[in-house]
Every structure is written in structure tokens, then in C-alpha cells.
């Protein structure tokens, strides 16, 4: 059973502080996501990473992938109030599955609180 | 350009009866998921259709939920009898392509909220 873990679950945090989402998976991927969702809201996505290595940047977000670690991060510099949000990684189930699907498996989410 | 949309966004129903949610993909996407969340499991995939192809059911919870797809486009996700279990949201998601060697992203829906008296 391919399996994706987040940490930490909950966090809050100060304007302009720096801080690391850390997403831990089970098995052989070399594609995940990070999506963001606010209160009540669907899914926006934001980055998609594709190969051991991969970093991608946005405004004051950057994801990175090490797909031997099996881990990704999502760093928040400077944080602002803003960025208040659930965040979810997903790993994508194809090589779990041996191309049978392609439903992502989520992150149980990091709530994200960031106080002014 | 428009998103994927879904239809009811909220629907409230008595244990026991049928209910019928509608996604609509982004157009020109051939890949369309069905995904539920809920406090207790998180998001969980329950079945996807690429294109007119039988849809992979590997994620469907019981064998009172189905799911159909017609002309490539617009999904049905039928649960019969629901119970109070299956209250959620229930999301769609789209996207342009998806077999194993797309890197494509999925486009999620608004959700419908599922409440089950």
C-alpha cells in the first residue's frame, strides 16, 4: 500500500518566519504534487515535480523533490498571513500500481496558521 | 477558461435514498478522477476514466457506489442506499492526459458536500 506522510500536521507560525513542510512516501514515485486548500475551498494546485532533484519556486514557496530520500519539502520563507492554508502532497499511483491507475495519494494535509 | 464544475455543490439526503453527483471536466481534458474527503480518511481516489475507456473502479469504497462517464466528457457518481458514512465532499478533478507517462496536473473541482441524515 503506497503510503504519504506529512509533517507536522498542524503548525503556526508568525509573519516572516521561515518553515519546512516535510512529505515522506512509501514507495517508488517520480511525481509529486503540492496542492494548497483554503477553508470551505477545492484544491489549487502548485507545484508539480517531476524528476529526483526537482525544485520549483512561486513567490515565497519552493518544493523540492529527492526521490531516493523519497521525500519532499515545502519551504515558506517569510511568511505572510496570506499563506494561511491546508497543503497536501500527493504522489501519483502508477508505478504503485503498475500503470493500473492514476489516482494521486494525498498527505493526511498541514494545517497552516500564520498569525500576524 | 472555465474549470471543472460540479453540480449539486451542497446535497442533503435521508439514509437509504440514491443520490447523483455530476462533474463537468475542463474541455479538451480526456482524464477525469473522482476523489472523496472527510475527517476521518483524509482524500481518498475512488475511481477515474480516461477517455470512453472502462473506468479503473480499484477505489470504489462498496458496490453501492458507481461511476459512468458519456461521451468522453461528463461524469456520474451514483451512491445507492447511501448511509451516514458517506457523508463527505466529493471532488472531481481533470486532466489533459492520464496514462503513466503524463506529467500532467489535475484540476480539481468545487466539491460537492454530501450530508447523509
Known amino acids: 500500500e503506497l503510503k504519504v506522510e506529512q509533517n507536522p500536521l498542524f503548525l503556526s507560525m508568525q509573519e516572516g518566519k521561515n518553515y519546512t513542510i516535510y512529505c515522506n512516501y512509501s514507495?517508488?514515485?517520480?511525481?509529486l504534487y503540492w496542492y494548497r486548500q483554503d477553508p470551505g475551498k477545492s484544491l489549487e494546485s502548485l507545484f508539480v515535480l517531476l524528476s529526483n532533484g526537482a525544485v520549483k519556486q512561486e513567490g515565497r514557496l519552493m518544493a523540492s523533490l529527492d526521490t531516493k530520500a523519497r521525500l519532499s519539502t515545502l519551504h515558506i520563507t517569510a511568511a505572510v498571513h496570506d499563506l494561511s492554508a491546508t497543503y497536501f502532497c500527493a504522489v501519483d499511483s502508477f508505478y504503485w500500481t503498475g500503470g493500473g491507475a492514476d489516482g494521486l495519494t494525498f498527505g493526511k494535509g498541514t494545517h497552516l496558521i500564520i498569525q500576524p | 477558461g472555465a474549470g471543472v464544475s460540479q453540480s449539486p455543490s451542497n446535497k442533503v439526503t435521508e439514509k437509504g435514498k440514491d443520490v447523483e453527483l455530476r462533474c463537468d471536466p475542463i474541455?479538451?481534458?480526456?482524464?477525469l478522477y473522482w476523489y472523496r474527503q472527510s475527517l476521518g480518511q483524509g482524500l481518498e481516489f475512488l475511481i477515474y476514466f480516461q477517455g470512453n475507456s472502462a473506468p479503473d473502479k480499484s477505489g470504489l469504497p462498496s458496490d453501492r457506489f458507481s461511476a459512468e462517464r458519456t461521451g468522453g466528457s461528463v461524469s456520474t457518481l451514483t451512491i445507492q442506499r447511501t448511509q451516514q458514512e458517506d457523508s463527505a465532499v466529493y471532488l472531481c478533478?481533470?486532466?489533459?492526459?492520464?496514462?503513466?507517462?503524463?506529467?500532467?496536473?489535475?484540476?480539481f473541482g468545487p466539491g460537492t458536500r454530501l450530508l447523509v441524515l
Open positions: 478533478a481533470s486532466s489533459l492526459a492520464g496514462t503513466g507517462l503524463s506529467q500532467e496536473t489535475q484540476y
Open positions: 474541455s479538451g481534458h480526456t482524464a
Open positions: 514507495t517508488t514515485s517520480d511525481r
